[in-house]
C-alpha cells in the first residue's frame, strides 16, 4: 500500500514571498503520478499541479511549481510570489498508474496561510 | 462543462436514520469516485465506478454503504443505519480520457457535509 507524508501541519508565508510544502511517499511501483490539490476554506478541492513519475523534468504552471526527487520519493510545491487567494489546505496525493486502480491516496494536508 | 455536482450540501441527521447523496459528474467523464474526508484529514478513498460498474472498494465501504451508478451517469451513496462516526465530508470526483492528459485527473465536486447527531 502507499503512503503520502506531509509532516508540516501548519505554514505561513508573507504577501509576494516564496513557500515551499514538503511531501513525502512511500511505492514500490515505478509508474504513478503525483498531485497537489488546494481546498480553500469551505470551497471544493481543486488541482493545483500534477507530475508523471517518468517525466524527470519537473512541472511547472504559472506560480507553482514542483521539486520531484523520485529517488528520494519527495514531492514538494514551490509557490512564489504568494497571494492572499492561496491560503487554503494543500494536499499531496498519490496514484498508482499501473495497476488499473484510479483511486488517489491523500497526505494529511498542510495548512497555509499567506499574511498581508 | 459545469463542474461536479453533488446534492445535498449540507445533510444533518438522527443516529440510526439513513441518508442519500448524489453526484453528477463532468458529463463525459466515464469514471467517478467516492471520498469521505474527516476533520484535519485528507480524503479517504471509498469506491469507484466506470461508467455503471462498480470496480474498487474500499474496506472502509462497511455493509451499510452503498454506491450506485444506474446508466452511467450520476451516482448515489446511501447509508444505511447512520452512526455518529459517520459524521464527515463526503466528495465526489470524476475524471475520464481527456485528450493530453495520461494522468485522468480527478475533479472534485464541493462535497456534502453530513451531521449524525
Known amino acids: 500500500a502507499q503512503t503520502v507524508t506531509q509532516s508540516q501541519p501548519e505554514m505561513s508565508v508573507q504577501e509576494a514571498e516564496t513557500v515551499t510544502l514538503s511531501c513525502t511517499y512511500d511505492t514500490s511501483e515505478s509508474n504513478y503520478y503525483l498531485f497537489w490539490y488546494k481546498q480553500p476554506p469551505s470551497r471544493q478541492m481543486i488541482l493545483v499541479i500534477r507530475q508523471e513519475a517518468y517525466k524527470q523534468q519537473n512541472a511547472t504552471e504559472n506560480r507553482f511549481s514542483v521539486n520531484f526527487q523520485k529517488a528520494a520519493k519527495s514531492f514538494s510545491l514551490k509557490i512564489s510570489d504568494s497571494q492572499l487567494g492561496d491560503t487554503a489546505m494543500y494536499f499531496c496525493a498519490f496514484m498508482n498508474a499501473g495497476a488499473g486502480s484510479y483511486q488517489l491516496t491523500f497526505g494529511k494536508g498542510t495548512k497555509l496561510s499567506v499574511i498581508p | 462543462d459545469t463542474g461536479v455536482s453533488q446534492d445535498p450540501r449540507h445533510k444533518i441527521t438522527k443516529r440510526g436514520q439513513n441518508v442519500t447523496f448524489r453526484c453528477d459528474p463532468i458529463?463525459?467523464?466515464?469514471?467517478l469516485y467516492w471520498y469521505r474526508q474527516t476533520l484535519g484529514q485528507g480524503p479517504e478513498f471509498l469506491t469507484y465506478?466506470?461508467?455503471?460498474?462498480?470496480?474498487?472498494k474500499s474496506r472502509l465501504l462497511s455493509d451499510r454503504f452503498s454506491a450506485e451508478r444506474p446508466k452511467g451517469s450520476f451516482s448515489t451513496l446511501e447509508i444505511q443505519r447512520t452512526e455518529q462516526g459517520d459524521s464527515a465530508m463526503y466528495l465526489c470526483?470524476?475524471?475520464?480520457?481527456?485528450?493530453?492528459?495520461?494522468?485522468?485527473?480527478?475533479?472534485f465536486g464541493p462535497g456534502t457535509r453530513l451531521t449524525v447527531l
Open positions: 470526483a470524476s475524471s475520464g480520457p481527456t485528450s493530453g492528459d495520461r494522468t485522468d485527473t480527478q475533479y
Open positions: 458529463s463525459e467523464h466515464n469514471r
Open positions: 465506478f466506470q461508467n455503471e460498474a462498480q470496480l474498487e
